[in-house]
């Protein structure tokens, strides 16, 4: 993609982590996401469309915006989110669309994962 077609896009995500290592161990065993990291206190992500990076913060304040990934098969998703050591923090429920859940990665970010199935 040029960077006219970049224009006015999201381009980056970054979230506030307590533990870097945590959180690569956790959206690598569950999404399956790449990381360089630069530095003790940041790493960044791919996630095979978009990029983004984790900074080492006091603690991960609730709130802002939600961030919503899409899964073919929510329970697969689900499982390996609690098996990585996140938290379901809002079951499954349905909408006009589909079905998602929320959940807090080991720092406390809040995300949620849908599905059109």
């Known amino acids: 993609m040029s960077q006219s077609d970049q224009d006015r896009r ?4 970054e979230f506030p982590t307590t533990d870097i290592a945590a959180t690569k161990r956790f959206y690598t065993e569950v999404f399956g996401w790449q990381f360089t990291d630069y530095g003790p206190n940041y790493t960044s992500f791919h ?3 978009l990029a983004g990076g984790f900074a080492v913060a006091p603690r991960v304040e609730a ?10 098969d929510l329970g697969h998703v689900e499982a390996r989110i609690r098996e990585s050591g996140g938290q379901i923090v809002r079951p499954t ?3 006009p669309g589909g079905r998602r859940f929320h959940f807090t990665d080991p720092s406390g970010n809040e995300l949620a994962v849908w599905s059109d199935r």
């Open 93 to 95: 429920f349905e909408f």
């Open 63 to 72: 709130g802002g915006p939600l961030v919503v990934l899409y899964a073919t």
């Open 47 to 49: 996630d095979g469309r």
């Open 10 to 13: 999201v381009d980056y995500l």
